[in-house]
Protein backbone atom coordinates (compact mmCIF):
# COMPACT_ATOMS: atom_id res chain seq x y z
CA UNK A 1 0.00 0.00 0.00
CA UNK A 2 1.15 3.29 -0.94
CA UNK A 3 1.18 5.89 2.41
CA UNK A 4 3.12 8.96 1.95
CA UNK A 5 6.01 8.74 5.04
CA UNK A 6 3.98 11.44 7.69
CA UNK A 7 1.03 9.40 7.47
CA UNK A 8 3.13 5.48 8.23
CA UNK A 9 1.77 3.64 10.75
CA UNK A 10 4.05 0.78 12.47
CA UNK A 11 3.22 0.20 15.96
CA UNK A 12 2.08 -2.95 16.02
CA UNK A 13 -0.12 -2.35 19.62
CA UNK A 14 -1.74 0.49 17.57
CA UNK A 15 -2.92 -1.65 14.28
CA UNK A 16 -3.89 -3.79 16.25
CA UNK A 17 -6.45 -1.51 18.21
CA UNK A 18 -7.59 -0.68 14.76
CA UNK A 19 -8.03 -4.29 14.00
CA UNK A 20 -9.81 -4.95 17.26
CA UNK A 21 -12.10 -1.63 16.79
CA UNK A 22 -12.74 -2.29 12.81
CA UNK A 23 -13.29 -5.80 12.91
CA UNK A 24 -15.79 -6.27 9.65
CA UNK A 25 -13.37 -6.75 7.18
CA UNK A 26 -12.74 -7.27 3.33
CA UNK A 27 -10.68 -10.07 2.54
CA UNK A 28 -9.35 -9.82 -1.13
CA UNK A 29 -7.64 -12.84 -3.25
CA UNK A 30 -5.72 -12.26 -6.48
CA UNK A 31 -6.94 -14.31 -9.35
CA UNK A 32 -5.36 -16.77 -11.69
CA UNK A 33 -4.15 -15.86 -15.06
CA UNK A 34 -6.89 -14.54 -16.85
CA UNK A 35 -8.49 -14.48 -13.61
CA UNK A 36 -10.29 -11.56 -11.72
CA UNK A 37 -9.32 -11.14 -8.14
CA UNK A 38 -12.55 -11.92 -5.80
CA UNK A 39 -13.54 -10.26 -2.30
CA UNK A 40 -15.49 -11.17 0.47
CA UNK A 41 -16.95 -8.96 3.71
CA UNK A 42 -16.51 -11.10 7.43
CA UNK A 43 -16.17 -10.98 10.69
CA UNK A 44 -12.65 -11.18 11.84
CA UNK A 45 -10.99 -12.01 15.09
CA UNK A 46 -7.55 -11.28 15.97
CA UNK A 47 -5.41 -13.60 18.29
CA UNK A 48 -2.34 -11.17 19.05
CA UNK A 49 -0.71 -13.58 21.12
CA UNK A 50 0.05 -16.48 18.20
CA UNK A 51 2.20 -15.20 15.56
CA UNK A 52 5.10 -12.76 16.10
CA UNK A 53 2.18 -10.41 14.17
CA UNK A 54 -0.84 -12.07 15.25
CA UNK A 55 -3.24 -14.45 14.04
CA UNK A 56 -6.54 -13.72 11.94
CA UNK A 57 -9.93 -16.24 12.36
CA UNK A 58 -12.55 -16.35 10.19
CA UNK A 59 -15.15 -18.53 8.20
CA UNK A 60 -17.48 -18.01 5.19
CA UNK A 61 -20.21 -20.14 4.20
CA UNK A 62 -18.98 -23.55 2.33
CA UNK A 63 -21.32 -22.32 -0.64
CA UNK A 64 -19.03 -19.38 -1.20
CA UNK A 65 -16.21 -20.99 -3.60
CA UNK A 66 -13.98 -18.55 -2.58
CA UNK A 67 -12.36 -20.41 0.25
CA UNK A 68 -11.29 -23.29 -2.80
CA UNK A 69 -8.66 -20.86 -3.86
CA UNK A 70 -6.95 -21.02 0.06
CA UNK A 71 -6.17 -24.81 -1.29
CA UNK A 72 -3.36 -23.23 -4.07
CA UNK A 73 -1.69 -21.79 -1.02
CA UNK A 74 -1.68 -18.75 -2.02
CA UNK A 75 -1.04 -15.00 -0.02
CA UNK A 76 -4.42 -13.01 0.41
CA UNK A 77 -5.07 -9.30 2.31
CA UNK A 78 -7.36 -8.27 4.95
CA UNK A 79 -8.51 -4.84 5.06
CA UNK A 80 -9.57 -2.99 8.05
CA UNK A 81 -10.71 0.50 7.11
CA UNK A 82 -11.30 2.56 10.16
CA UNK A 83 -12.25 6.12 10.47
CA UNK A 84 -12.65 8.26 7.78
CA UNK A 85 -14.13 11.87 6.29
CA UNK A 86 -13.60 14.40 3.70
CA UNK A 87 -12.05 17.70 5.10
CA UNK A 88 -12.75 21.17 3.48
CA UNK A 89 -10.04 23.84 2.79
CA UNK A 90 -12.45 26.20 4.42
CA UNK A 91 -11.46 24.47 7.98
CA UNK A 92 -7.59 25.84 7.33
CA UNK A 93 -6.11 28.31 8.34
CA UNK A 94 -5.49 29.44 4.62
CA UNK A 95 -8.08 27.95 2.38
CA UNK A 96 -6.50 29.70 -0.67
CA UNK A 97 -3.51 27.80 -0.54
CA UNK A 98 -5.11 23.89 -0.24
CA UNK A 99 -7.50 21.84 -1.77
CA UNK A 100 -10.15 19.49 -0.48
CA UNK A 101 -8.81 15.86 1.11
CA UNK A 102 -9.88 12.91 2.67
CA UNK A 103 -8.85 11.82 6.27
CA UNK A 104 -8.48 8.10 7.14
CA UNK A 105 -6.71 5.16 8.89
CA UNK A 106 -6.64 1.65 7.54
CA UNK A 107 -4.46 -1.56 7.98
CA UNK A 108 -3.86 -3.68 5.20
CA UNK A 109 -3.03 -7.61 6.73
CA UNK A 110 -1.11 -10.22 4.60
CA UNK A 111 -1.09 -13.91 5.28
CA UNK A 112 -1.62 -17.53 3.88
CA UNK A 113 -5.48 -19.21 5.12
CA UNK A 114 -4.96 -22.27 6.74
CA UNK A 115 -8.68 -24.20 6.37
CA UNK A 116 -9.46 -25.54 9.55
CA UNK A 117 -10.78 -29.30 9.10
CA UNK A 118 -11.16 -30.68 12.37
CA UNK A 119 -14.62 -30.61 13.78
CA UNK A 120 -13.83 -29.85 17.10
CA UNK A 121 -11.31 -26.87 15.90
CA UNK A 122 -14.08 -25.56 13.89
CA UNK A 123 -16.37 -25.69 17.29
CA UNK A 124 -13.41 -23.89 19.11
CA UNK A 125 -12.55 -21.27 16.38
CA UNK A 126 -16.96 -20.63 16.56
CA UNK A 127 -17.16 -20.58 20.38
CA UNK A 128 -14.39 -17.97 20.73
CA UNK A 129 -16.04 -15.73 17.98
CA UNK A 130 -19.45 -15.72 19.80
CA UNK A 131 -17.57 -15.07 23.15
CA UNK A 132 -16.20 -12.18 21.83
CA UNK A 133 -19.57 -10.61 20.62
CA UNK A 134 -22.08 -12.35 23.53
CA UNK A 135 -19.91 -11.00 26.25
CA UNK A 136 -22.92 -9.78 27.81
CA UNK A 137 -24.33 -11.38 30.94
CA UNK A 138 -27.05 -14.13 30.07
CA UNK A 139 -25.54 -13.47 26.30
CA UNK A 140 -26.23 -16.65 23.46
CA UNK A 141 -24.15 -19.88 23.52
CA UNK A 142 -23.59 -22.37 21.43
CA UNK A 143 -24.23 -24.96 24.23
CA UNK A 144 -27.78 -23.72 24.72
CA UNK A 145 -28.82 -24.92 21.06
CA UNK A 146 -31.37 -27.75 20.08
CA UNK A 147 -29.17 -30.71 19.54
CA UNK A 148 -27.34 -31.26 16.55
CA UNK A 149 -27.89 -27.60 15.55
CA UNK A 150 -24.52 -26.23 16.03
CA UNK A 151 -22.69 -29.33 14.23
CA UNK A 152 -24.85 -29.33 11.36
CA UNK A 153 -24.09 -25.37 10.70
CA UNK A 154 -20.36 -26.02 11.08
CA UNK A 155 -20.57 -28.45 8.41
CA UNK A 156 -21.95 -25.46 6.58
CA UNK A 157 -18.90 -23.16 6.93
CA UNK A 158 -15.31 -23.15 6.19
CA UNK A 159 -13.32 -21.65 8.94
CA UNK A 160 -9.99 -20.83 8.48
CA UNK A 161 -7.42 -18.94 10.64
CA UNK A 162 -4.35 -16.39 8.62
CA UNK A 163 -1.19 -16.21 10.43
CA UNK A 164 0.11 -12.29 9.80
CA UNK A 165 2.87 -12.14 7.74
CA UNK A 166 2.96 -8.32 7.31
CA UNK A 167 1.05 -5.99 8.32
CA UNK A 168 0.61 -1.80 6.55
CA UNK A 169 -0.77 0.92 8.45
CA UNK A 170 -2.17 4.40 7.51
CA UNK A 171 -3.62 6.97 9.40
CA UNK A 172 -3.87 10.28 7.63
CA UNK A 173 -4.76 12.51 10.23
CA UNK A 174 -3.14 16.17 9.11
CA UNK A 175 -0.19 15.58 10.27
CA UNK A 176 1.43 17.45 7.96
CA UNK A 177 -0.44 20.92 8.95
CA UNK A 178 0.27 23.03 11.72
CA UNK A 179 -1.45 22.81 15.08
CA UNK A 180 -3.98 25.57 14.11
CA UNK A 181 -4.97 24.06 10.98
CA UNK A 182 -5.63 20.65 12.29
CA UNK A 183 -7.74 22.42 15.21
CA UNK A 184 -9.61 23.92 12.44
CA UNK A 185 -10.52 20.79 10.75
CA UNK A 186 -11.76 19.06 14.26
CA UNK A 187 -14.29 21.99 14.76
CA UNK A 188 -15.36 21.47 10.90
CA UNK A 189 -15.67 17.52 11.62
CA UNK A 190 -17.57 18.35 14.74
CA UNK A 191 -20.14 21.04 13.19
CA UNK A 192 -21.08 18.51 10.11
CA UNK A 193 -23.13 16.62 12.56
CA UNK A 194 -22.61 13.55 11.17
CA UNK A 195 -21.62 10.67 13.63
CA UNK A 196 -18.61 9.49 11.62
CA UNK A 197 -17.22 12.60 11.30
CA UNK A 198 -17.34 13.44 15.01
CA UNK A 199 -15.29 9.83 15.54
CA UNK A 200 -12.76 11.45 13.15
CA UNK A 201 -12.68 14.85 15.39
CA UNK A 202 -12.01 12.23 18.45
CA UNK A 203 -9.23 10.29 16.55
CA UNK A 204 -7.15 13.23 15.75
CA UNK A 205 -7.63 14.71 19.18
CA UNK A 206 -5.77 11.63 20.34
CA UNK A 207 -3.91 10.81 17.34
CA UNK A 208 -1.71 14.06 17.26
CA UNK A 209 -1.87 15.62 20.90
CA UNK A 210 -4.13 18.26 19.96
Same mark, same amino acid.
Given at each position: ?8 E??P???H ?12 V ?6 ? *? ?5 P??L ?12 H??? @?? *? ?19 G ?6 ? =?? *? ?6 W ?20 ? @?? =????V ?7 G ?18 ? @? ?7 RL ?6 ? =? ?12 G???TG ?12 ? @????
Amino acid at each position: MYVPKPFVETDPAVLHRLIETHDFALLVVSGGPGEA *PEAVHLPVVLDPARGPRGTLESHMAR @AN *PLWRRFESGGEVLVVFQGAHGYVSPTWY =QA *PEASVPTWNYEAVHAYGTPRLIEDMEAAR @AQ =QARLVARYESAPGGWRMDGTKEGLVDGLLRGI @APFEIEIARLEGVRKLN =QNKTPADRRGVVAGLRATGRPGDAALADLMEE @ATDL
